[in-house]
Nanobody, 115 residues
Framework: QVQVVESGGGLVQSGGSLKLSCEVS????????IGWYRQAPGKEREYLARLWDNGLTQYEDAVKGRFTIFRGTTKNVVYLQMNNLKPEDTAVYYC?????????WGRGTQVTVSS
């Protein structure tokens, strides 16, 4: 079984920055991708960014240029650097372990951006 734990959320003013962490543990494959998603109150969960095992990245248009997904010094930790945050970025942010045999979600971390 794979465990996914997000951290780093909090309250920040508009224009500020936060760095979220996603730590993966357990029976992970040697190759896997990581995705970041968010869900605002009353809205569907939306895709934000993906980091492929080969290092390629992809971003949803709403966060392109403001958010950066990258791997830490250890493979099992992936970060989401969020800059120039806006009130509409307020949501619970989720990390997703993505592999062929199956995916795993974390429980999320709350990000609140005040105006």
């Amino acid at each position: 079984q794979v465990q996914v734990v997000e951290s780093g959320g909090g309250l920040v003013q508009s224009g500020g920055s936060l760095k979220l962490s996603c730590e993966v543990s357990g029976r992970t494959l040697s190759a896997y991708d990581i995705g970041w998603y968010r869900q605002a109150p009353g809205k569907e969960r939306e895709y934000l960014a993906r980091l492929w095992d080969n290092g390629l990245t992809q971003y949803e248009d709403a966060v392109k240029g403001r958010f950066t997904i990258f791997r830490g010094t250890t493979k099992n930790v992936v970060y989401l650097q969020m800059n120039n945050l806006k009130p509409e970025d307020t949501a619970v942010y989720y990390c997703k372990y993505i592999s062929g045999p199956g995916d795993a979600w974390g429980r999320g971390t709350q990000v609140t951006v005040s105006s």
